[in-house]
């Protein structure tokens, strides 16, 4: 669609790749276990205190975190090194991912994570059916909202809610690219 609207150009398709990837590669409980049971880090680790080290992790599992009774936010806990060994049985059950047995998927969080990217899909083939040269680069830009959805628990819905503020912004100069260039000229 974007070489029929503006031959040569590659704007819209790598904000749209990048983006759409970007929602789909969310850091669930699942892939933070198995990062850290990473052979290649623990290598990093054993290379960086050849001499021993012990690991705390300091986390607020969404099953178990107590929340704040000001903020309502979950508390980060601090877990000792027998954690790996949790990390490890849950880097082995990851084909749970999903499922009816992946406790973790039915959180707030991983709902609203799996919803943007089935969002952001429609959206993007809203953009693909209406892309005209006059609205190629407003197009470019309200598929690179995601972007600025970062972060993980409530840092990620602050910057979600900043992120709703710009997706609607650049869907309007999408829908109305001529609207937009008057108001700029006025």
Request: proline share 5%; glycine share 6%.
């Amino acid at each position: 669609a974007e070489h029929k609207a503006l031959p040569g150009a590659t704007a819209l398709s790598e904000a749209a790749a990048r983006n759409l990837y970007k929602l789909m590669a969310y850091k669930d409980e699942f892939e933070v276990a198995r990062l850290h049971t990473d052979p290649a880090f623990l290598a990093e680790l054993d290379a960086q205190f050849p001499h021993g080290y012990s690991v705390k992790y300091n986390l607020a599992p969404p099953l178990l975190a107590d929340k704040d009774p000001k903020t309502g936010h979950l508390q980060k806990k601090q877990y000792g090194p027998w954690m790996f060994k949790a990390f490890q049985r849950m880097a082995g059950l990851k084909h749970l991912r999903g499922g009816a047995l992946d406790l973790f998927s039915k959180t707030e969080e991983r709902r609203m994570e799996r919803a943007l990217i089935e969002e952001y899909i429609r959206q993007l083939d809203e953009i693909v059916g209406q892309l005209t040269h006059a609205n190629h680069s407003a197009a470019a830009a309200l598929a690179a909202w995601p972007d600025e959805v970062r972060g993980y628990g409530h840092v990620k819905e602050k910057n979600l809610a900043k992120a709703r503020v710009l997706q609607a912004e650049r869907l309007a100069a999408f829908r109305n690219p001529t609207q937009v260039v008057m108001m700029k000229r006025a």
